[in-house]
Structure formats: C-alpha cells, structure tokens
C-alpha cells in the first residue's frame, strides 16, 4: 500500500479548500492598529477540498477499529458503537447550544444530564453522580479530592492512599496529582487483596484504598465487604475505580458493597466510542456523606424545572470548565435507555460468558497464572512461549498478520509477560472462534517457526516500528528540512 | 435494541464447553450477599424510532437553539465546514482504540502528528501533544508544568483569565504546596503591569494571560512575558479563541515558554460545553516535563517512515506515580476534527476567518457604542467585548429574550460589583441583519 504523505507535502499555494460569503459588513484594518499582528502562517496547507477528503479518507483506511474485528483489550471494554448513538449526538436541537444559555431555554439538555445522573446512581448503587470529569483519569482525580475534602471535614486529609500491586497507572498517578503518597498493597496467590497485608498497612494515615473490582485480572475482590471494613474501621474510604464495570451490571453494584466513591468510563462500558483516545467520559458517583463535596454546578429537580446550583460552599471546585463532555454522555444515556433493565444486565451475563469460553479455549496453549475464577476478562502469560524466544510482543504483533488486534500487553505489572483478554459482550462466536484460532496459530507457530513472529508483522500498512530511535531522536513536528519523502 | 451477537445454537454451545446451564453460573465468585436481589429500576428497553423520540423531543425543550445568540465566553460559536463532520464520522475514525499498537494504527498517529505540527504553526511553538480536555484544564496542566520545572510556589494568574479556567487551576494546585495571586486589570481591560510589577518575585514560578481576555480584549504579551523572564518566571499564554490565531502574532513570538488554551473554535459546535479540545505547546527545552500523549515520526523495518506514540516515560502508563500528569484518554476525536478544520481552511482561508471576525465585531461594537449611555473598553479586541450600560443588564436581558435574542453573558465587569455589563461575542456566523437586529432591539429595551 502506498504511503500517505503528510498534507504540508501535497500543500502548494494558490489551492483552496473552503470560501466565504462575501463580507456584508466593511473592512477594518484600522480597528487592530496597534496590535502586534502575525506574518502568514508558515507552512500552513493550502489544498483542496478533494485532496482533504482524499487524504483523510485514505489514512482512515490504515485504522484497525470496532468496525473492522475484534480488541480483545483487557480493562479497556471495547464494544460495539451502536451508530444510532452518533446520530443523536449529533441532532443540531442539542448539541447548537451554548453551555452558558439561561437554563430556562435548555431545559432539554439538562433534562439529559439529570436522567443520566439518575440512572447510573441505580445502575451502580450509589446516592449522586456528577457528569463532569471528561474520563476516567479525570474522575480518578475528582475521587481522590472529593476524599480529602471530606476527610478534611471530618479532621484530617491524611497522608497517604492504597493501592494493589495490580492497579492501572492512572490510579497512582492520580493520588499523588491530588498529593497523596502511594503505597502498594500486595495481591494473594488468588490474585486478589491480601486482607494481612491490607492489615498491616491500613493505617492511620491512610486516607483511602483504590480498589478495582473486579481487578485487573477479572477476579472478583470477593471479600470486598472485609476490605471496605478494616478501611472503614481506621477511618478511611473506599475508592472503587470502576473501569471493569462491564463485568457487574444488573448482577450486584458497587454502592451495595461498601464503596464510598466510584467512577465510571462510558468510554467503556456505556458503549460511547474510543475515536483513536477520546473524547470520554468519567462520571464519578459518591455516597450521601460526600455529596456536598461535589464540583459544581450540581443540577437539581426544582418542581417540573432543573435548575443549575452554585451555591456549593463545601465544592471541591470545578475540574473542567462547564458541565462534562456533554455530547458523549448523550450517548451513554440513549445506550441505557436502548438496552432497559434486562438488556443492561445481559451485557454483563454475555460479557463474562464470552471471556469465560475464550479462557476455556486457551487454556492448554497458553499459561494462566491464576486457578481462580474470572469474569469478563482474563490475564495469560508469554511463560510458554518465552521457551522458544518468543514474547507477548511477538505473539501481539503476529496477530495483526491474522487479522486481530492485540490485547492488552504487560499489564497488569504483576503477571510477567501478561496478555490480557477481554472480548466484551457483542462479540459473535464467529469472531471468538476466529481469536482464539489465531492464538492457537501462533502458539503452534512459536514451536515450529519462531522466526516468523520475531519479524512480524509482515502483511501490515507499516512493519514493526523503531519505537527506540522515536524517542532518542524526537521528530514531534513536520518542518520544511524534515521532509522525507518514500 | 440488542447490541448482542450470539445465537441460541451459540450460546448452547458455548455454555456446554464451560458446563454450565446459563450465563449467571458463571458469577458463583460473587458472594450472594452482595448480588442484586431485583431488577434494575431503570426505563424499560427502547427502538430505534423511540429513542429518536426522547431525543428530539428533549432537542424541542431546548429554546435555545430557535433564539438568535450573541454569547462567547469561551464557547464560540463558527461555521463548521461539511467535511468535518463526513469524515470525522467515519468507522475508522470513530471506532479505533488508542493507537498503542501502532501497525495498525498509523491514520490515527499521523493525523496526531499533522495535528501536532499544525498547532506548532499557529502559536509559534517547538512541540505540540494530542491534547487535553479544555481549555481550563490546560490552563491547569500549564501550571503544574511550571511549578515542576522551576521548582517555585506562586503562580500569578490574570484576573482577565477566563474564570472557570480560573476556578479549575485552584481546583487543580488545592492540595499542592502552590500559592496563587491574581493580577489586576485597568479600565482598557488589560492586565495592570504595575500590579504585575508589584507581585513578581524570586518565588514566582509562572505568569498566567489569556489574550484574547475573558473581556474580549488583546493583551501585550511581549511586555508580559519580558517581565517574567527578567524574573526568572515563566510565561505561560492560555488562547480560549483559537481562530484569533490565524491573525494575531502567536504567543510563541511574543515570549511565550508554554501556549495552551481551547481548540473548540477550530470545529467543534458548541456542544452545551463539551467535548471540547485543550491544546498545549512548549519550548523543546521542556519537553521532559511536557504532559499529554505525543506521537513522533520513526522508521520501520524496511526504512519507511511511520509514526508511534513517544516519550511515553512522561507518562502515567509507565511512570505511574511520577507521571507528568495523570491524563489517559484525551479528545482525539476532537483533535481529528480541528485537524481536518485546519486543513481546509488552510493558510488562507483561517486568515481570512479571523478577519472576518474582527470586521463583524467592529461593526456591532460600533453600532453598540452609538446608543444612549453606552460605554466600552479601550483595549484592542477580537470578536468579544464587554459593553457597559446605565442600567441593570436583566432588565435590557429580559426585552432581548422576548425577541428570542440571547445578548451575551452578564459579567461583573470593570468596576466591582457592576451589574450593567455584558460580554458580547460576534463572529462570522452573524450577519449584519442580526446584528442590526440586536441593536434595534437594545435600543427599544433602552428607552423603555
């Protein structure tokens, strides 16, 4: 396939893209006089309309995505798009309005946020939900401040927050953005929470434990009730990071088992699309004591109105400005709404029933640290390959060959060489099947032929790239020297 | 609807393979105490018409959108060209993972990497990321990123800083050891830089300004960004009006160290407040504390060029705790749609947008200004201003909506405590009949 070139490479002046209507109103340059004013752009483009099109719809066809197969993409959830949802994003009756129009003349967007408030407080368990963070990382952050401010009103922020070995990055990394120090709590041969551990080292200064459930390696935390009382009992919180809520959804619910804070990513589980890394949404749900603590404008049923309110004294503040990603939580909602009670809880049913079959069918090939039961997702290891020289990253890029993309690559930290897979609930059999043969291929592969996952990919737009030279010799930007043409 | 795959004959056979009966045998590792005892209460399931429905419906509740709107305030309101929205819509666009693997996918990485280079040329910087999620939240990570690299603890923000940017960096550097000054402003509606003057020391870390202002009007960032500089602080320039790029000297030639601000303007319609689009942009000096996700051209195996997602020990995925920010998932969609915007407009056409601008708001500031008692600031604008009246704006406010005409946002405006002032916004989407319209019908208000 031949290389697209960068659009400055197709660039020439003289060629437009877009017009004007002629002005209605005069000319006036006088009116910036005194203003510093810039040159013409450099290196701007100048194309046309079928050249824009051209391009972008070229590289668009050198995307993997939902469209096209499969990511059995561990903690990542990543469904199907229902096409349904982008078109209602895109009604011009919600999304042409202004965040700061007088709420009388938009009651019907914030009737969409406060139904999707609603419904994801009895979705999840919880007493109030604010929509505002923009994803999870966001709602992460939210969480861990919405803890110290209530810690704070009850007397002490405490030092430091705990978090298990398996835990996603963003979960340390948001504790200390909020200035927490971090300490690991260290998983059990089951692979979840070590209750002495967690012991040990709940102490005093401990504001908090962030917990995943289920973890990162699909096990439900099932003394999660013993782990949120010994929290409880020193007098710290509960933080459930709930990116793996697709695996729980009509079965049981976070607010049910003692969590105090939880966010959601409705980039994940509530079907709204990835897009390449986002727009997402993390929406962070807390029980009654930390209500007042949420970012404001918190949005309430005055009668038949909804009313915005900044009186907030107790508010952490804002995250972001106006009210969240909007347009993404429109979507979240019409998921709900489409699938109803039954259709929610069958969305997990299916989801674990489909991780569970690709476990089961992989077993032999591959090694799996963990005996213990799993829900929508599972963690193998390279351990059997690596006898032939093979690694996750060479069984990774060999499936791009086979038509599949690969699955979430060394994590969680603490199983070496770690492939995790989870398939979501709307995959076919057809397309697990045709997985679980490729995997099934290139452990056959890794004995007989190594070589050929050592080099692979070899069918792809690109080979394997030189990740090493990207960043000792950044190119960050294209600029007139830089260029180089294939 | 049913989003699900499987047929009966798949699900037996599926549910035989791991021997089990049905799909909930499969949560025995729930202890049943905990397992939900009823169904949700939530709407029963919806059709595709029925979802339309909702939807529409909730769309006419929303009067909004029949209404004629002069508001800004960092959401502007601009004509999005038809193929933003076509390709930006496509599967392969829409429907992508993050691009980790980047074999598959290169149309993402190169669009970061056009994206990239295109923000670059607009503001004057080295390098560019992929985004962040607003304008506000830049404005934020522009903080944190100065206080990392200059190891210092005040932070002086303009007082013309949009104040919900405002409101997330406190939100932001609450539980850090940051400590926060703003700078006043004067009655041209720039920032004093006396005041600037007074408040700089040795413990300064960064200088915070938005040009254009939250009040519409165009600061002198050379001066600003002198002064820290002379001090040892950097300056850091938020732009919540992207298009006012295509015209103004960009911050990175005026001594910017750190450009952020929102993108929304480059294509995004106003969404009720988001998705929007953060951007941020730095000296290649900094680019170790840079936050944000960054894609970097590379080769291949056979010496072609690719692109792939770099310098990711910055980030929270292998650095953890001691990432440059905690930030995961971002706006690419977003940025993909200012990518495309960008790219066809071009040169020119973003040049000739951004004039336009001005051409419009003069004429609505001028037409404005000739009404009995009203009163402006000095400072040069771009396609925002606030106008002073003689008289409580909701009073003026409360004729406009009667005419389905939204006329800006009440501020406080110069003078503390000042209920007479609006923040007014006019961009190319206005035409003179509208502006004409908002002027008769402020003129009726003001008489009666």
């Known amino acids: 396939m031949i290389r697209e070139p960068l659009i400055f490479e197709i660039s020439d002046p003289g060629k437009r893209a877009y017009v004007l209507p002629e002005s209605d109103v005069p000319a006036r340059e006088d009116a910036l006089e005194d203003v510093p004013l810039r040159d013409e752009i450099a290196g701007f483009p100048q194309v046309s309309e079928i050249e824009v099109v051209r391009h972008f719809t070229r590289l668009s066809q050198t995307n993997y995505c939902i469209d096209i197969g499969l990511y059995p993409l561990g903690s990542c959830t990543m469904k199907y798009n229902p096409k349904i949802n982008e078109k209602l994003a895109g009604l011009p009756g919600l999304s042409a309005v202004h965040p700061l129009a007088p709420e009388e003349s938009v009651q019907g967007n914030l009737e969409i946020l406060k139904r999707s408030e609603e419904l994801l407080c009895e979705i999840t368990g919880m007493d109030a939900f604010t929509l505002q963070p923009s994803a999870g990382a966001q709602g992460e952050l939210l969480g861990m401040m919405l803890i110290r401010a209530c810690l704070t009103g009850r007397g002490d922020p405490r030092t430091t927050v705990l978090i298990p070995d398996s835990a996603h990055g963003t979960n340390p990394s948001s504790a200390h953005v909020c200035g927490y120090k971090v300490r690991e709590v260290k998983s059990n041969p089951e692979g979840t929470i070590d209750l002495d551990d967690l012991e040990a080292n709940m102490t005093e200064e401990v504001a908090a434990i962030m917990i995943t459930n289920p973890n990162t390696l699909g096990v439900f935390e099932k003394d999660i009730r013993k782990i949120a009382s010994i929290v409880h009992a020193r007098g710290g919180l509960v933080y459930m990071d709930g990116a793996n809520m697709n695996a729980l959804m009509g079965t049981c619910r976070p607010g049910d088992m003692d969590v105090d804070v939880i966010h959601l990513n409705l980039h994940k589980t509530f079907s709204t699309p990835h897009g390449g890394g986002g727009p997402g949404s993390g929406p962070v749900g807390v029980k009654l004591e930390m209500e007042p603590y949420l970012p404001m404008p918190v949005l309430n049923r005055e009668g038949k109105d909804l009313r915005w309110d900044f009186d907030r004294p107790q508010s952490i503040g804002k995250v972001r400005s106006f009210f969240g990603n909007f347009l993404v939580v429109v979507k979240a909602l019409a998921y709900i709404l489409a699938l109803g009670p039954d259709g929610i809880r069958e969305v997990s049913e299916f989801a674990v029933l489909n991780a569970n079959y690709i476990r089961k069918s992989l077993e032999d090939e591959f090694y799996l640290k963990y005996e213990t039961d799993t829900l929508h997702e599972c963690v193998f290891s390279d351990k059997k390959q690596l006898e032939y020289g093979v690694s996750n990253l060479d069984i990774a890029k060999r499936l791009i060959d086979l038509g599949v993309h690969p699955p979430t690559m060394s994590f969680p930290l603490i199983v070496h060489g770690a492939l995790m897979i989870e398939p979501t609930e709307t995959e076919s059999k057809r397309d697990l099947d045709h997985f679980i043969e490729a995997m099934k291929r290139i452990a056959r592969e890794a004995g007989e032929n190594p070589d050929i996952l050592k080099s692979a990919p070899h069918h792809s737009y690109v080979r394997r790239l030189d990740e090493t030279k990207a960043a000792r010799n950044p190119v960050l930007r294209w600029t007139a020297e830089n260029e180089t043409r294939d | ?448």
């Open chain 2, 1 to 448: 609807m049913s989003y699900l795959s499987l047929s009966d004959k798949d699900k037996k056979e599926m549910l035989s393979k791991l021997g089990v009966d049905s799909p909930g045998d499969l949560f025995r590792s729930i202890p049943d105490e905990i397992k939900l005892k009823r169904r949700l209460r939530i709407p029963e399931a919806l059709s595709e018409p029925e979802m339309l429905e909702y939807f529409e419906h909730a769309g006419l509740r929303n009067d909004f959108v029949k209404g004629l709107s002069f508001l800004g305030a960092g959401a502007y309101p601009h004509v999005i060209p038809t193929v933003v929205d076509y390709l930006s819509s496509r599967g392969e666009f829409v429907s992508p993972y993050t691009p980790y693997q980047p074999e598959v996918s290169q149309g993402t990485l190169q669009i970061i990497f056009e994206f990239q280079s295109l923000i670059c040329q607009l503001t004057g910087m080295d390098i560019a990321n992929a985004s962040l999620y607003d304008g506000a939240s830049g404005a934020a990570e522009a903080v944190l990123m100065a206080q990392r690299l200059t190891r210092k603890s005040k932070v002086l923000v303009a007082k013309t800083l949009n104040p919900q940017y405002l409101q997330v960096i406190c939100t932001y550097i609450r539980n850090l050891d940051v400590e926060l000054e703003e700078i006043n402003f004067n009655e041209s509606g720039r920032i004093d830089m006396d005041d600037l003057r007074k408040r700089m020391d040795d413990t300064t870390a960064v200088v915070v300004t938005q040009s254009p202002n939250f009040y519409g009007v165009i600061e002198d960032l050379q001066a600003i960004s002198d002064l820290a500089h002379e001090n040892k602080a950097l300056s850091a320039v938020v732009v919540s009006e992207a298009v006012s790029l295509g015209l103004l000297k960009p911050p990175g030639e005026q001594g910017a160290d750190i450009v952020t601000g929102e993108a929304q303007s480059l294509g995004m319609p106003l969404s009720f407040g988001g998705p929007f689009l953060g951007f941020m942009a730095c000296g290649k000096k900094f680019v170790r504390q840079f936050p944000g996700r960054i894609a970097g051209q590379t080769a291949d195996e056979d010496g072609k060029r690719g692109y792939v997602l770099t310098l990711s020990t910055r980030e929270q995925h292998i650095r953890r705790e001691r990432a440059t920010s905690n930030i995961c998932t971002n706006q690419a969609l977003c940025m993909l749609r200012a990518a495309i915007y960008m790219e066809t407009l071009g040169k020119d056409g973003l040049r000739e947008l951004a004039v336009r601008n001005v051409d419009k708001a003069q004429y609505a500031l001028e037409k404005l200004c000739e009404l009995p008692g009203v009163r402006k600031l000095s400072g040069p604008i771009f396609n925002e201003f606030v106008l002073e009246f003689d008289r409580p704006w909701h009073e003026l406010e409360g004729v406009l909506r009667g005419r389905g005409l939204f006329g800006g946002l009440a501020v406080g405006g110069f003078s503390s405590g000042n209920d007479r002032c609006v923040l007014c916004c006019v961009t190319e989407v206005h035409r003179r009949g509208d502006i004409d319209l908002l002027v008769s019908t402020l003129k009726e208000a003001l008489k009666s």
